[in-house]
């Protein structure tokens, strides 16, 4: 079964310090997306990303945050200058089968997770 | 704006009791509504989906039904075992938006020997 591949699976940061996590989502997905889990808290939207572009942005998703899809099969999540709140889990995920209608209503497909952590 | 409610957890039962998770919506329109399970140390695996009124989404022996008239999703199991230990996400996708899933709060269930 297709796969969301997400790396690194936990990473260590100094605060103030840029990171960028990375993540393949399903080749014939059209939709991708960033989520994060606080640690014992629920898990909060991000940002949506279709035709190269964003499409919904949270609140959370300010300036810091950045994404980029730079050679059509890698999906990456920047933050610029970390904080130690940014401290959580980051889950990538896709859906929306090209050259069907079966977008996200039927659900998405989610990576394993990289877990920040900011010092 | 769209929103889940989940039951506050954590859940604990004894092997082979009955499980049941509520969860209620709020959205305008018709959303799909889905579970989705996180077992320790994992990410979140779509557990069942509904994407109509009426429709029961099932899988592993665990059921919701899509009650538009309640706006709820309560997710049911009549046995559980030990490995079905995990927290669990009730969320929804509006048919309009971008394909944002909006997440309840997800309850933790325990099940003991």
């Known amino acids: 079964e297709p796969e969301v591949t997400q790396t690194p699976s936990h990473q260590v940061t100094q605060m103030g310090q840029e990171v960028i996590l990375r993540c393949v989502p399903i080749?014939?997905?059209?939709?991708f997306y960033w989520y994060r889990q606080i640690l014992g808290q629920k898990v909060e939207f991000l940002v949506s990303f279709y035709n190269n572009e964003i499409s919904e942005k949270s609140e959370i998703f300010d300036d810091q945050f950045s994404v980029e899809r730079p050679d059509g099969s890698n999906f990456t999540l920047k933050i610029r200058s970390t904080k130690l709140e940014d401290s959580a889990m980051y889950f990538c995920a896709s859906s929306g089968l090209k050259g069907t209608d079966q977008t996200f209503q039927y659900g998405y497909t989610f990576g394993s997770g990289t877990r920040l952590t900011v010092v | 704006g769209n929103s889940v409610t989940q039951m506050e957890g954590p859940v604990t039962l004894s092997e082979e009791a009955f499980l049941t998770i509520n969860c209620t919506y709020t959205a305008t329109g018709y959303p799909s509504l889905f579970w989705y399970v996180q077992y320790p140390g994992e990410g979140l695996q779509l557990l069942l989906k509904?994407?109509?009124?009426?429709d029961k989404g099932s899988n592993k022996g665990f059921e919701a039904t899509y009650r538009k008239e309640t706006t709820s999703f309560h997710l049911e199991k009549g046995s559980v075992q030990v490995s079905d230990s995990a927290v669990y996400f009730c969320?929804?996708?509006?048919?309009?938006?971008?394909?944002?899933?909006?997440f309840g709060q997800g309850t933790t269930l325990q099940v003991k020997p």
């Open positions: 969320a929804l996708i509006h048919s309009g938006n971008t394909g944002k899933l909006i």
């Open positions: 080749s014939n997905h059209l939709y």
């Open positions: 509904a994407t109509k009124a009426d």
